[in-house]
Every structure is written in structure tokens, then in C-alpha cells.
């Protein structure tokens, strides 16, 4: 049983997943054939669909990052991507594990149903070998600290690759 509070959150997730759904195409679209034409633009409309589209298409023909963009977060430079669709609990979460551990696969989900009280944790790290289960799981409570102290509960899963 949920309570209210979660039951919201769920709602505006569900919400939000089938917003983004909609194709990049069909919003695209929808916006140079809806437009209005009271705008004045130099480059005809079709002339700017077929420049949005040409951009879309650009790739990056070298092989390192700028400084600004590499220096934004540390995980980037780990090699484990945070994935966009993290709350801001799952986010605080997968930014912690990422520095402590190092992972090769981390999922951090919220199963409380929104409301931040219970979240899945899924992490397999090299700094687990040889340990036993236990200790893996200790190593991943004193990582989080104080901030498992405010759950109602968690639920992990560790091991080495």
C-alpha cells in the first residue's frame, strides 16, 4: 500500500516517461508545419528544416573532450555515465558510489514508489573482490553513512565482476 504521497509522485513519473516518449521528428514537425507565419525570417521554412536536420546529423571528428566538458563531472571520467531519468535521491545516491567504488555496473532505483524512503541498489565493483557478501554490503552502508539513517529501508545487491 502507497501512501498519497507516492502515489502522486508515481503518477507525475508515469506522466513525465510518456511526455518524452513523443518522437524528436514528430515535434520537430509539428513546430515548422504549425508555426506561424507572422514571423519574420530571413531563411524560408523548409531552408530551416533542412538545416535542423543537416545539424542533427553532425558528428565529432576528434578524439578528446574539451576541458569544459571533462571537467564537469567526476563519473564522466570513471567511464560510468548518471543516467538523465535519476530523481534527485537516486542522483545524490549514484554520486556517492560512483566516487567511493568505481563501478562497472551501478543501478540506484527509488522502490519506495516516490516518495524516497526505500531505494534498490545494484553495484558490482572491483573493490569487492574477495570479500564475502557481508563485507561488500558493509563497505556500501559506511560509503552512504548517515544518509541510510533518514531510509525506511534498502535493498542491495553487490558483487565483484
Not at 540506484?108 to 531505494?119: A, K, L, N, T, W
Not at 557481508?134 to 529501508?153: C, P
Request: hydrophobic share 40%; aromatic share 6%.
Amino acid at each position: 500500500m502507497l501512501c498519497r504521497t507516492c502515489l502522486r509522485a508515481r503518477l507525475a513519473q508515469r506522466l513525465s516517461q510518456t511526455a518524452s516518449a513523443v518522437p524528436k521528428r514528430a515535434l520537430l514537425a509539428a513546430t515548422t508545419q504549425y508555426a506561424p507565419s507572422t514571423t519574420s525570417s530571413a531563411i524560408p521554412a523548409h531552408s530551416q528544416h533542412q538545416f535542423l536536420r543537416i545539424t542533427a546529423q553532425a558528428q565529432r571528428f576528434y578524439s578528446s573532450e574539451s576541458s569544459a566538458s571533462a571537467s564537469q563531472t567526476p563519473e564522466a571520467s570513471l567511464g560510468l555515465p548518471r543516467p538523465a531519468n535519476l530523481t534527485e535521491g537516486e542522483a545524490q545516491v549514484w554520486d556517492i558510489l560512483v566516487t567511493e567504488f568505481a563501478p562497472t555496473q551501478l543501478l540506484v532505483q527509488d522502490i519506495s514508489g516516490g516518495c524516497g524512503s526505500m531505494y534498490g541498489i545494484d553495484i558490482s565493483s572491483e573493490k569487492f573482490k574477495g570479500l564475502n557478501m557481508l563485507k561488500q554490503q558493509r563497505l556500501v552502508n559506511a560509503a552512504l553513512g548517515d544518509l541510510v539513517k533518514e531510509w525506511h529501508g534498502i535493498q542491495l545487491k553487490t558483487r565483484a565482476p
